[in-house]
């Protein structure tokens, strides 16, 4: 592997509970000790997303809408991308984010290959199968089955969708292998049943929400994020009145009447981006 410089540790909430994962050497030496608190009976969520300073997740821009653009490509963030993918039994994207990466599996190599040994060796020693299962949400159904996350049989996928985007899904003839959940609803599900759906497919201990910003502003509206691992990227990208740049939520508004307030659960950096992790949880006022 091209040298990767580790992540320097800044700080870390005191009271973190949990056991930490057994990340092989070579993750232990460049993320440091990973762990989530215990939680029984129900999927530990988290989310992982990239901004700029000045809050911009996508530049909107044919081709480069992704995160690469606005990480500036930073291989460090690739490495926890591919870390929390390996420590997750399943990646939940929108259609939106699934309709602007052509040839994307949601695994953790995919993301940062060098690892690969390493992603599949945590996945080994913490009893998890194969790749995480990759998760599409949709409401309308107008999926692309010619991409490689459905035809290439390197994950299991499973699209959670709506009665009516059901319908649309089985006119367009997806692969046999590729599992559907309908979910009556007028048009978007709720995180909780998108929950549920993963849950019954084998979802059920850490769900990884990688967006995008229409997704995740569900499942902070049902308050079912407990963790947002935000990566800040030390550039301005702007914005004007040519296109819309999203920020982290689409389609919900809190503040002021409903602000979500997170506690600070750690800080890492790599040079000038930062690392972030933010408690969602109960009692995280
Ligand atoms: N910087 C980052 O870390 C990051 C992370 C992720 C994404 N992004 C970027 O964000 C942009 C996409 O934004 P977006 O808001 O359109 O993303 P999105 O949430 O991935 O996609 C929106 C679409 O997903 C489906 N969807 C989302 N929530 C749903 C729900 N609760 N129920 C049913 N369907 C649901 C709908 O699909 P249908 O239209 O099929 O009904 C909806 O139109 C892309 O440019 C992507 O690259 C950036």
């Known amino acids: 592997m091209k040298e990767l410089a580790p992540l320097e540790s800044l700080w870390e909430a005191a009271n973190g509970q949990g056991v930490d994962l057994p990340l092989p050497v070579e993750l232990l030496k460049l993320y440091g000790p990973l762990r989530f608190p215990p939680h029984p009976d129900r999927p530990y969520v988290?989310?992982?997303?990239?901004?700029t300073l000045d809050g911009v997740v996508s530049l909107s821009l044919p081709g480069q809408s992704g995160g690469g653009p606005i990480s500036g490509e930073l291989r460090q963030d690739r490495m926890v991308m591919g870390l929390l993918r390996a420590a997750a039994d399943a990646v939940v994207v929108g259609a939106g984010t699934f309709r602007d990466v052509r040839n994307h599996v949601w695994t953790p190599d995919y993301v940062f290959p060098e690892l690969a040994e390493e992603y599949a060796a945590?996945?080994?020693?913490?009893g998890k199968e194969g790749p995480p299962l990759n998760v599409i949400v949709t409401a309308g159904g107008k999926l692309n089955f010619d991409r490689r996350v459905f035809q290439s049989g390197e994950v299991h996928v499973l699209i959670v969708t709506t009665t009516g985007g059901r319908d649309e899904i089985i006119r367009r003839r997806p692969p046999q292998s590729v599992q559907v959940a309908a979910i009556e609803s007028d048009p978007y599900l709720t995180a909780q049943a998108i929950l549920d759906a993963v849950g019954e497919a084998g979802g059920e201990d850490v769900v990884l929400v990688e967006g995008g910003p229409r997704l995740i502003g569900n499942f902070f509206d049902e308050k079912r994020l407990d963790e947002l691992f935000l990566t800040l990227a030390p550039?301005?990208?702007?914005?004007d009145d040519s296109a819309e740049r999203p920020g982290l939520v689409a389609g919900k508004i809190f503040a002021p009447d409903g602000p979500l307030w997170s506690r600070l659960a750690g800080i890492k950096r790599s040079g000038s981006h930062l690392f972030l992790r933010y408690d969602f949880g109960t009692d995280s006022t």
Do not use: D, T
Request: proline share 0%.
């Open 122 to 126: 945590l996945r080994r020693e913490m």
């Open 46 to 51: 988290i989310g992982n997303f990239v901004s």
């Open 235 to 239: 550039q301005i990208a702007g914005r």
